[in-house]
């Protein structure tokens, strides 16, 4: 059974950017529509397939929408879809929204214990899976994992494999006629989709964003980075299933009527040359990802952009001035979540020699969304960032725990993140409470740890965690990426802090040189395969 999607924003609020033109107030198909009648010839997809025009996309998602009704999807339905970057992807997203359902996209790589969880607890109907992705057989293990799924009624397997038995071929789903297919007209403050956070719960958060925020909020998120009002032709590096990925179907294409450019896995050499192929004004990604293409022996000078726009974690300054030497534009850094938080420097850097505490994030957008900070606590000098707006998402669902935790009566979310707003009306984030290292009953910030590593000149990437001691509870390890020619050991980390500031008890007391930092398949670090190789007593790569 489908749990209940309220809406914890006022309805006043939402008709209100409504009414003033914030939100575009129509939901995500009828406002694709709208671009495929003004421009049916131009490209909407690049794939390793090939290119896809507004007219051919619209065909295909009328066609898929025709042939899930027949299968017994219907307006209101959550279906999971767990396929890799592609056309198929892009299509199943504008199916379900011409349908009216809630499409519940997750990254392709994950496990089926991951899956399952998942489409239980949204109380899936159906789910479109890949039959095979990087030596996993997502489709296979779905079906075998449907028996514990009561509401889920078909597993749709996509991909030019056979499709495993049970399962319904997505080339079928394709075949439908959509010549008479006659779309939904949900209600654009009505749910549309449910983004994945992997978030600090034991299981990942579902959050549920209606059409509006998705096409309002984030659409004036994606509005900022065109000058001008141009026409983005983005090049997502991360998965369009992840959060991030959002800004891809519902805000590139429906909202601004894009282009987006696909890469069914990320490798660095891949990038260069899609970039260098398809010449994108933006490129979404996280900071590794940018740091393994600076990295390339042939990276060489990039065709100019508008923009690289990077989610997930912060850049340090000196990459970020290296990428925006080899890119030619802006690196803009993003400050951000599922749970519904976005903030960003914009086109301007921030001052050199701010000396002002925490990290500058930029000037919040009530556009997107307004950010206040919460009275701090009793002997604290920071308070916890929390937001509302256009993009504010319904609910978290199926945790009405997460609700009150998170949640305000109000409607603000509680991103359990420090900052402060400055004189100039800036945010400043000042630590993230939800990754915090507990050392003998003292409290660490990896993040402060990180900015401060981010800077030795041996260091190109680091990811600081935790790690379990018997003595002290927890002590914190430092991963990091060495710089080319340079073997970073602890004494000479530890010095570096020292010089930076940094008291002695934050620093690292465990080191794992590693040749990059693994990424999960939502495109984050991947913090429990570090954890895992630290606990695993490996101290280097070979």
Same mark, same amino acid.
């Given at each position: ?10 309805? +006043? ?28 010839? =131009? ?9 896809? +025009? ?8 009328? %066609?898929?929408?025709?042939? #899930? ?47 399952? %969880?998942?489409?239980?607890? %949204? ?7 890949? !039959? ?22 078909? !597993? ?11 399962? !319904? ?28 956070? %992997? ?49 891809? +179907? ?16 990320? &490798? ?12 994108? *004004? ?5 900071? *590794? ?19 690289? !726009? ?8 000196? *990459? ?30 921030? &001052? ?52 009150? =935790? ?68 927890? =002590? ?42 693994? #990424? ?18 490996? =101290?280097?790569?070979?």
């Amino acid at each position: 059974m489908t749990p209940r999607l309220d809406d914890l924003v006022p309805a +006043t609020l939402r008709r209100r950017w409504a009414a003033d033109g914030t939100c575009p107030d129509l939901d995500l198909y009828a406002l694709f529509r709208t671009r495929r009648l003004a421009d049916p010839d =131009r490209v909407a997809v690049i794939d390793a397939a090939g290119e896809v +025009t507004y007219a051919e996309l619209d065909r295909l998602a009328r %066609s898929a929408a025709a042939g #899930l009704r027949g299968l017994g999807v219907c307006e209101g339905d959550v279906v999971g879809v767990q396929l890799p970057n592609g056309r198929d992807a892009v299509v199943a997203d504008l199916a379900l929204a011409a349908l009216g359902a809630v499409a519940l996209p997750f990254p392709a790589g994950r496990g089926v214990a991951e899956a399952a %969880s998942l489409l239980g607890r %949204s109380g899936a109907r159906a789910v479109v899976a890949a !039959v095979e992705y990087r030596g996993s057989a997502h489709a296979r293990e779905l079906v075998a994992a449907a028996g514990d799924l009561p509401g889920l009624r078909v !597993v749709i397997a996509a991909g030019p494999q056979e499709p495993p038995p049970g399962s !319904v071929d997505w080339g079928q789903v394709l075949s439908a006629d959509g010549g008479a297919f006659v779309p939904a007209r949900p209600d654009p403050d009505g749910a549309a989709r449910i983004l994945v956070s %992997s978030g600090s719960e034991s299981e990942p958060k579902m959050v549920a964003y209606s059409h509006n925020a998705l096409a309002g909020g984030r659409g004036n998120f994606m509005a900022t980075l065109l000058p001008g009002g141009g026409t983005p032709r983005c090049l997502f590096l991360v998965p369009l299933a992840s959060a991030f990925g959002s800004n891809g +179907t519902a805000v590139t294409l429906a909202r601004h009527g894009g282009t987006l450019v696909l890469l069914e896995h990320f &490798s660095p050499r891949a990038a260069l040359a899609a970039i260098r192929e398809h010449r994108p *004004t933006h490129v979404l990604a996280v900071p *590794t990802m940018i740091r393994m293409m600076l990295d390339q022996p042939d990276a060489g000078p990039a065709p100019s952009m508008t923009a690289l !726009v990077l989610g997930g974690a912060e850049l340090d300054a000196a *990459t970020a001035a290296e990428a925006g030497t080899a890119f030619g534009c802006p690196v803009i850094n993003l400050y951000g979540s599922a749970d519904g938080v976005n903030c960003h420097s914009g086109f301007r850097p921030a &001052s050199a020699g701010d000396g002002g505490p925490g990290v500058v994030v930029g000037l919040p957008d009530p556009r997107v969304a307004e950010i206040r900070i919460a009275a701090p606590p009793d002997g604290e000098r920071f308070g916890e960032i929390i937001a509302r707006g256009p993009m504010t998402p319904m609910c978290y669902v199926g945790a009405p725990e997460l609700n009150r =935790r998170y949640r305000t009566g109000d409607g603000w979310v509680r991103t359990g993140d420090l900052g402060v707003i400055d004189a100039d009306g800036r945010l400043r984030l000042m630590g993230r409470l939800k990754h915090v290292v507990i050392r003998g009953g003292a409290n660490i910030s990896p993040a402060e740890v990180e900015r401060a590593l981010a800077d030795h000149p041996g260091v190109r990437e680091v990811v600081c965690l935790g790690v379990p001691d018997q003595v002290m509870g927890e =002590r914190l390890a430092a991963c990091v990426v060495p710089r080319p020619g340079h073997t970073p050991d602890l004494p000479g980390l530890s010095a570096h802090l020292l010089r930076r500031g940094v008291e002695r008890g934050k620093h690292p007391e465990r080191l794992l040189l590693v040749r990059q930092v693994p #990424l999960t398949p939502a495109g984050k670090p991947d913090r429990d395969a570090l954890r895992a190789l630290l606990l695993g007593g490996r =101290r280097e790569t070979p």
